[in-house]
């Protein structure tokens, strides 16, 4: 057994309620990693021996941020498209299909290599935890590649075969649905822990209420675990859908009723809000007060994705959060690390009590505070130990 005391930490955020406030606060504070885990906690003068030791020199520390939505598979590029949008160009959701056709063609090589690219961008900012969603392959052969790829950097991949109707499937939804429910599901089940669904009425390029609850069905009785696109361009049956069917998160939620606020609030999904996306896209923001002041568990991810928020920054989240969505600093933080750790129902992630994995994200600055205050200046990264 190795352990690591990382001392001279001028703030740490735990997330523990043992400590000080809702985000578990230590100040002039140290911790011990052993073996990947934390051993301890608490205030450097009463830090134990360890075999090593890491100074931070009166940085701030909080938990490694845990991304719970992302698209990493994908070759080509779509800058135009965002280009258009901000002329105005609405978005519906056919765009996906340029990064299916360019991620087909892609090797299995190429892939890798922007597969690793992207995940080490996200470590830079301090991401430590990262969800990975398939989609942009859209037939058995391809969808199956994306999730073995992604397979080997994270635990955390999604089957999402059910992104939208590919092009040459536009005349035969139904055979389309088949499919996935069938054959894809079957290739794409070994590699994924998650199936995901783009429940969108206002797209004609998504899936209705009736095809979304076939698909996940299928996939929960697949041994899979739900989670919902839902309630992005629209109201719609999305929210409704994740909570009849035990998701654990849905994501997006810019278009709630009150019906929908009520139903999160008395279950167990998280709504995974991606402030990124309305940034990328011109579109209005989720309410995010409206869900906390119910006593809704939310999250923050960054939906990193080729067409509608290419940023991997989970920093930039928790700014916009901040800024546009009227959560403070401590919920928006909270949001990115214990609340997404919740939407992937990980217990030992987005905290940093005795048990967890001992992943830090280091700050460039003393308090937590500086993550939106400072916004766009690269003041995280997830500390190697």
């Known amino acids: 057994m190795t ?6 930490i001028g703030e740490l955020v735990t997330n523990d309620p043992a400590h000080d406030g809702p985000l578990g606060l230590v100040h002039d504070a140290a911790l011990v990693a052993t073996d990947g885990r934390v051993s301890w906690v608490g205030r450097s003068q009463d830090a134990p021996d360890a075999d090593r030791r890491v100074d931070l020199e009166g940085r701030a520390v909080v938990p490694g941020f845990v991304d719970s939505h992302s698209h990493l598979v994908f070759a080509g590029d779509r800058s135009a498209e965002f280009a258009a949008r901000m002329t105005g ?23 890798r290599v922007l597969l690793a690219r992207r995940v080490a961008e996200m470590r830079a900012q301090g991401t430590t935890t990262i ?17 073995r790829l992604a397979r080997e950097l994270t635990d955390e991949t999604t089957f999402l075969g059910a992104h939208v109707v590919p092009p040459e499937a536009r005349d035969d939804r139904a055979a389309y649905v088949d499919l996935v429910v069938g054959d894809m599901l079957t290739a794409c089940a070994p590699h994924a822990r998650w199936i995901d669904v783009f429940c969108e009425p206002h797209s004609a390029h998504a899936f209705t209420e009736e095809e979304s609850r076939r698909v996940l069905r299928a996939g929960l009785d697949a041994g899979l675990l739900a989670r919902v ?10 929210v409704g859908l994740a909570v ?22 008395g279950s167990d999904t998280v709504a995974t809000l991606l402030p990124g996306v309305e940034f990328s896209t011109r579109s209005p923001y989720p309410d995010a007060r409206r869900l906390l002041d119910a006593g809704v568990t939310v999250a923050l991810a960054s939906d990193c994705n080729p067409g509608t928020c290419y940023s991997s920054s989970i920093p930039l989240a928790i700014a916009l959060a901040v800024r546009e969505m009227g959560m403070t600093p401590a919920e928006a933080l909270q949001a990115a690390t214990l609340g997404s750790a919740r939407s992937l129902r990980r217990d030992d992630v987005g905290h940093l009590r005795v048990g967890a994995r ?16 400072r916004v766009g200046v690269p003041l995280a990264r997830a500390l190697d130990l």
């Open 131 to 147: 969800e990975i969603k398939s989609g942009y392959g859209l037939d058995v052969t391809h969808e199956e590649r994306a999730l």
């Open 244 to 265: 009849e069917l035990g998701a654990a998160s849905v994501d997006h939620c810019t278009y709630l009723s009150d019906d929908d606020v009520d139903a999160l609030c």
């Open 358 to 373: 001992a992943d830090l994200t280091v700050l460039d600055a003393p308090s937590y505070l500086h993550i939106p205050y």
């Open 3 to 8: 352990a690591t005391l990382v001392t001279g």
């Open 89 to 111: 160009e609405p978005y519906d959701g056919g765009g996906i299909a340029v990064s299916v056709e360019a991620t087909r063609a892609a090797s299995d090589d190429e892939l």
């Open 229 to 238: 696109h839902g309630n992005q361009l629209g109201p719609g049956p999305g």
